[in-house]
């Protein structure tokens, strides 16, 4: 008998080694990440699926290449009975333990959709008919719809369409929905924003509803500084009570946009062209929104901070998005000048980085 000992020991040794090294293996296996080319694509896994066939389908799709650890994985540390059938997006790369959480959890039917602040309603329908194809219209169909005005009719009956309307975020949507249901998104979230009384309160200094959406917009393509917003809706004010043009140029790149001809550059045609929306040329506020607003931007514009500045300009010094403010047009002509001696330099670094880069 106690000759025996020594191989029973040296059995139960191998056994144990072997069991340590198929342990460390498998955890090795699906815990590494792999690459695949599916990440765009939807997956279906079919109610009734057994845990074999569904690593077996992921892997002829090529998000799982080692189904041998797969299976051992969910057979000794797994639970297959938490598996969930539906359609699902497995990013790239993902590792064998990530795509069985993601089973678990079970599939997510929404795409996530987001309209940055300052998008017009021509970015907006482009954007949604590139994350949505399957709704079967272009961009200029899906601005079509942004016409009709129904759904901000008792906010404000004299809009021509959504622009300023539809509301800034990150929205999670149904992967069937179509650009109507979208839409209607984003403008129920505006209605959210906008509070009924703010409705009086425009009143209260001689304002719509919609030329208050309409200042928004202007301040929220002039700045991205929350604290400057009140001071810039201040500038607003004085310059419309002084009849003198606003001059924002973002007015002309909408413009561009609505004429089909932006192309990322403010030519010397956009600056002239007969249009309401010209505030270089036309003076009082233009017909309507020119880009999405936020929140801050839609207070700033009830809450203009009053002030004699008629002028403002970007500051280089700081390069943070923050500007100058001035009283006068020399210190400004001293400030843009300034400025645009810091955005040649700014065009010319790239320039050079593109050179490189083409080398």
Not at 57 to 74: H, R
Not at 256 to 284: C, F, Q
């Amino acid at each position: 008998m106690k000759r025996f000992l020594p191989f029973v020991f040296t059995l139960l040794a191998l056994a144990v080694v072997t069991v340590a090294g198929l342990a460390y293996w498998i955890f090795a296996t699906v815990k590494k990440p792999h690459q695949h080319s599916r990440a765009a694509d939807y997956i279906r896994v079919e109610k009734g699926m057994t845990p074999r066939e569904i690593i077996a389908k992921l892997t002829s799709e090529g998000i799982i290449v080692n189904p041998t650890a797969m299976n051992y994985y969910l057979r000794f540390f797994g639970d297959a009975s938490k598996l969930q059938a539906g359609e699902y997006q497995f990013p790239s790369p993902i590792s064998p333990v990530q795509v069985l959480a993601q089973l678990e959890k079970g599939q997510d039917l929404t795409i996530r959709l987001t309209i940055p602040e300052g998008f017009t309603r021509f970015d907006i329908a482009k954007r949604i008919a590139e994350r949505f194809p399957q709704g079967g219209m272009d961009d200029k169909a899906i601005v079509a719809l942004m016409e009709d005005t129904t759904l901000i009719r008792d906010i404000s009956p004299t809009a021509k369409n959504l622009e300023g309307y539809m509301y800034p975020s990150t929205y999670s949507v149904p992967r069937d929905a179509r650009p109507p249901d979208i839409i209607r998104m984003m403008v129920e979230q505006f209605r959210k924003i906008w509070k009924p009384e703010w409705a009086a309160a425009a009143r209260s200094i001689n304002r719509t509803p919609h030329e208050i959406v309409t200042i928004a917009s202007l301040i929220e393509t002039e700045t991205g500084v929350e604290s400057e917003r009140p001071i810039v809706a201040g500038i607003i004010n004085n310059r419309l009570s002084k009849n003198i043009p606003l001059g924002i140029d973002q007015t002309n790149v909408y413009i561009a946009k609505m004429l089909g001809r932006w192309d990322g550059t403010i030519h010397k045609s956009d600056l002239e062209v007969d249009s309401p929306y010209n505030t270089r040329i036309k003076t009082g506020l233009p017909p309507g929104p020119i880009s999405s607003v936020s929140e801050s931007s839609l207070k700033a514009a009830l809450s203009p901070s009053p002030n004699n500045y008629l002028f403002y300009v970007r500051n280089v010094a700081a390069n943070d998005g923050s500007h100058w403010f001035y009283t006068s047009a020399a210190d400004f002509e001293k400030g843009k000048a300034k400025y645009q001696e810091w955005l040649e330099k700014e065009r010319q670094l790239k320039r050079e980085n593109e050179s490189n880069t083409n080398q």
